[in-house]
């Protein structure tokens, strides 16, 4: 009997070292694709979200309009699409180029509801919405933009982001009523500050939410000409007394 206990014993010990003692294996990176969502939770960060899907933060920020990469929120539903390569972070538009795909963006349910599955706002076609202009660099002072729209959406919003002095900082914003397809803003050192390279980004809206999102672009400001100073008046010397 006592030799009974002693090896129920044995046994016990053993299957509780195997159990805590043996190298847990780390939960398998989720996966990541059109239709994949994420709820984020408390102390969770993009880039290790992002990590577990096997994708990139850029192209999930990029998917769910995020201009601060640092700055997602409990309770948050991201898309969390696969990486194709980038997004046009030096000086390009990444892959598929402002001719990839859009995105469409996920809401929450509507408040009230048990459903923790996002919807997608009806009404509005995302397919064919892509920038067409500018795509090869930005003008010195004033750019025209131009997009294919997204039918349904009620507005388009134009965000430029700054690229060299400050990474990822809105510098601009402008609203566009949703029967139009272009729109023209002063990029100009003036009005959206210093440097070479900035980004932007359509988002076409309802009620002031965004529905879709082109990809973003990054591209070089041209040069501003050098005004040719102002020549002075001629000095006059009076005659001698």
Same mark, same amino acid.
Request: charge should be positive; proline fraction near 10%.
């Given at each position: ?21 043996? $190298?847990? &294996? ?11 969502? #994420?709820?984020?939770? $408390? ?9 577990? #899907? ?5 192209? *999930? ?28 972070? @030096? ?17 929450? +349910? $509507? +408040?009230?509801?048990? @459903? ?26 004033? &750019? ?26 809105? *510098?601009? @914003? ?24 900035? @980004? ?10 965004? *529905? ?10 041209? *040069? ?9 008046? $001629?000095?006059?010397?009076? +005659?001698?007394?």
């Amino acid at each position: 009997m006592k030799f009974a206990r002693v090896v129920a014993f044995v046994l016990i010990f053993v299957a509780a070292f195997v159990l805590f003692a043996a $190298p847990r &294996q780390t939960a398998s990176a989720q996966s990541c694709g059109p239709n994949v969502t #994420h709820v984020v939770q $408390p102390g969770e960060n993009l880039f290790r979200i992002s990590l577990n #899907h096997g994708t990139t933060f850029r192209a *999930v920020a990029a998917a769910n309009g995020i201009a601060d990469v640092t700055r997602i929120y409990p309770g948050q539903v991201l898309r969390m699409v696969c990486s194709t390569g980038g997004t046009g972070g @030096s000086g390009g538009t990444g892959a598929g180029g402002a001719n990839g795909v859009t995105t469409n963006i996920l809401l929450p +349910p $509507p +408040p009230g509801t048990n @459903s923790s599955v996002p919807v997608i706002p009806t009404g509005v076609d995302c397919t064919r919405f892509r920038v067409t202009q500018p795509l090869d660099g930005l003008a010195a002072e004033t &750019q025209v933009f131009y997009w294919d729209g997204a039918p349904g959406a009620t507005t388009y919003r134009i965000n430029i982001y700054n690229a060299d002095l400050r990474p990822g900082v809105l *510098v601009a @914003s402008a609203d566009v009523p949703g029967t139009l397809t272009s729109a023209s803003m002063s990029v100009g050192q003036g009005y959206i500050g210093a440097g070479y390279r900035f @980004s932007f980004r359509i988002n076409a809206m309802v009620a002031d939410t965004v *529905v879709c999102s082109t990809p973003l672009i990054t591209l070089f400001r041209a *040069v501003a000409p050098l005004t040719p100073p102002t020549a002075a008046p $001629p000095t006059v010397v009076p +005659p001698a007394p």
